[in-house]
């Protein structure tokens, strides 16, 4: 265990609707960020947040992506009108950047989604 | 932007053999390599990392090195157990956005089956 939580672990939704997702990075932890992982490939950047500001994100990602860090501790990732493309594992990943060095990232277990 | 690819995909050794993984990059300033271990339905744990100013660091059984001039990182897993099964993921930051080094992009992986 990481320390790093994802609430729901699983979600299964039609296609259209919205669904919400909600990471709980380590807590000393400034960077926060947000990965999709399909079958068979490696983790793919969505976003990231230096503690509330949203710093980066994907040219791939789609409008209907919305992410927060309001209060630079949790985050959420919506997803609007889902499509069955969407499936796929959500992982949130969190570190501490500090001394100018390439922050080591740490994973949480995932939100399976499944689009139906 | 950096591209990151992971030899080979799947890889079959008896218990008590080693299992060698390697992984190449092209950009020439990464500095920093991380490796991660993915077991069925759960997020990816990290198991070891290097930075670009060592050649080679080890932690028990588990070893990796990088050789900066030819742009390539291995793993090494020496007395291979059953439980070392999983999916292996190497890494390095991306490049393209901003300079910032936050993202990492991930190899494909590679599956690695340990027979008792």
């Known amino acids: 265990d990481t320390g790093v939580s994802q609430d729901p672990r699983h979600k299964i939704t039609k296609r259209g609707q919205n669904v919400t997702f909600r990471c709980d990075p380590i807590?000393?932890?400034?960077?926060l960020y947000w990965y999709r992982q399909t079958l068979g490939q490696g983790p793919e950047f969505l976003t990231y947040?230096?503690?509330?500001?949203?710093?980066?994100k994907s040219r791939l990602l789609s409008d209907r992506f919305s992410a927060e860090r309001p209060k630079g501790s949790f985050s959420t990732l919506e997803i609007q009108r889902t499509e069955q493309g969407d499936s796929a594992m959500y992982l949130c990943a969190s570190s501490l950047l500090a001394g100018g060095h390439t922050d080591t990232q740490y994973f949480g277990p995932g939100t399976r989604l499944t689009v139906l | 932007g950096e591209n990151v690819e992971q030899h080979p995909s799947t890889l079959s050794v008896q218990e008590g053999d080693s299992a060698v993984i390697k992984c190449t990059y092209s950009?020439?300033?990464?500095?920093?390599f991380p490796w991660y271990k993915q077991e069925l339905g759960k997020g990816p744990q990290l198991i070891i990392d290097?930075?670009?100013?060592?050649g080679e660091k080890k932690d028990q059984r588990i070893a990796v090195t990088l050789n900066k001039t030819a742009k390539h990182f291995s793993l090494h897993i020496t007395e291979t157990q059953p439980e070392d099964s999983a999916v292996y993921f190497c890494a390095a930051p991306d490049s393209n956005y901003g300079g910032s080094q936050g993202n990492l992009i991930f190899g494909k992986g590679t599956k690695l089956s340990v027979k008792p």
């Open positions: 947040f230096q503690n509330e500001a949203q710093l980066e």
């Open positions: 950009d020439s300033a990464s500095n920093y």
């Open positions: 807590s000393e932890h400034n960077r």
């Open positions: 290097i930075r670009s100013n060592v």
